[in-house]
């Protein structure tokens, strides 16, 4: 049973910065990707950044030079360190999880495993 748990949300101003997490149980793929997603209203939810089992790390365009994905393997936890946040960051953020495949899914429906979010909101 996969349980994935995120931590760190909340209010911003911009130009501010967050950490998040997401702690991981009973998860035991050796190889695999974790994501994170976030969605804002409206809008359909998007990656933000992903890394795999490797080690190896990738970011939409609008986050890269601001946002950092790194895991912790002996914490079973992900994170992302938001730095210099924008209005447009503001949304629900997810972590998931995909084992077992060599190449990352890009959409949300490559990912089985889900958090249930963690609010993020900056204010201009």
């Known amino acids: 049973q996969v349980q994935l748990v995120e931590f760190g949300g909340g209010s911003v101003q911009a130009g501010g910065t967050l950490s998040l997490s997401c702690v991981a149980s009973?998860?035991?793929?050796?190889?695999?990707?974790m994501a994170w997603f976030r969605q804002s209203p409206g809008k359909e939810r998007e990656r933000v950044a992903v890394?795999?089992?490797?080690?190896?790390?990738s970011y939409t365009d609008s986050v890269k030079g601001r946002f950092t994905i790194s895991k912790d393997n002996a914490k079973n936890t992900l994170y992302l360190q938001m730095n210099n946040l924008k209005p447009e960051d503001t949304g629900v953020y997810f972590c998931?999880?995909?084992?077992?495949?060599?190449?990352?899914?890009?959409?949300?429906?490559?990912?089985?495993?889900w958090g249930h979010g963690t609010q993020v909101n900056v204010s201009s």
């Open positions: 890394i795999t089992s490797d080690g190896v790390s």
């Open positions: 998931a999880s995909r084992g077992g495949i060599p190449t990352c899914p890009a959409l949300r429906t490559g990912y089985d495993y």
């Open positions: 009973g998860y035991t793929y050796s190889r695999y990707c």
